[in-house]
């Protein structure tokens, strides 16, 4: 498995949804976790029932030897080999959960098995999904280039580095990814948002090679086993 996190810092209010959109781009099969703290949002959206969702995740994760949960009804099934596992639109609720997934994140593996790309939502302070954006193999700051989500970006990177290395999609916005790459610390891929044919092959050439980043890994650790 590869755990990756998908987060933001500035005017970006829709990560859920793009974060799906770099899933459907993704060359293995990848679910995505619905982990915002402010609350889900794509049950709602998609019509998606809410139950069994990150609630119910957290409770298996608690006590697995006793749970009857069935990761074939705990996630949702979109398109292009992406299953999706939500959030109730509850604060409350979503934090609760994180703090039971936190210390466990990475025995989702074993339950739900692919690769994994887990929507935390604002990278903030004592942001209450810490522990999941240590743990994850990548992390992907997804951001707006316009001016004022630039801005924020820079005056993060420290926030940022704090919790390990980061790499940036861009989603729109005024500035190119050359020119936010000349603003920031951090690498820039490429653009979710492709504006000609360019731009869309560089995008999925940035993907595969970011999806297949830990490959040798993986071999090596099957070679040992």
Known sequence: MTLIVTGTTGGLTDLGTVSLHLATLWPHPVTVIEADPDGGRLAARHNWELRPGLAELAGHLRTPATSTLDPATLCR??????????????????????????????????????????????????????????????????????????????????????????????????????????????????????????????????ITALANELQPNRLSSLAVV
């Open 77 to 206: 099934e979109y398109r292009n080999h992406v299953s999706v596992v939500v959030a109730p639109p509850s604060a409350e609720q979503v934090i609760a959960a994180l703090s039971v997934i936190g210390p466990h994140v990475r025995n989702i593996e074993q339950f739900i098995g692919g690769d994994i790309v887990i929507d935390v939502g604002r990278v903030r302070p004592n942001s209450p999904a810490a522990e999941l954006i240590r743990q994850a193999d990548i992390r992907l700051l997804i951001t707006r280039t316009d001016l004022d989500d630039v801005v924020v970006l820079v005056h993060r990177q420290q926030l940022l580095n704090d919790f390990g290395l980061w790499k940036i999609l861009a989603a729109g916005g005024r500035y190119t990814v050359k020119e936010l790459s000349q603003a920031v610390e951090f690498p820039v891929l490429a653009d979710l948002l492709p504006a000609d044919r360019k731009s869309s092959a560089s995008l999925r050439k940035a």
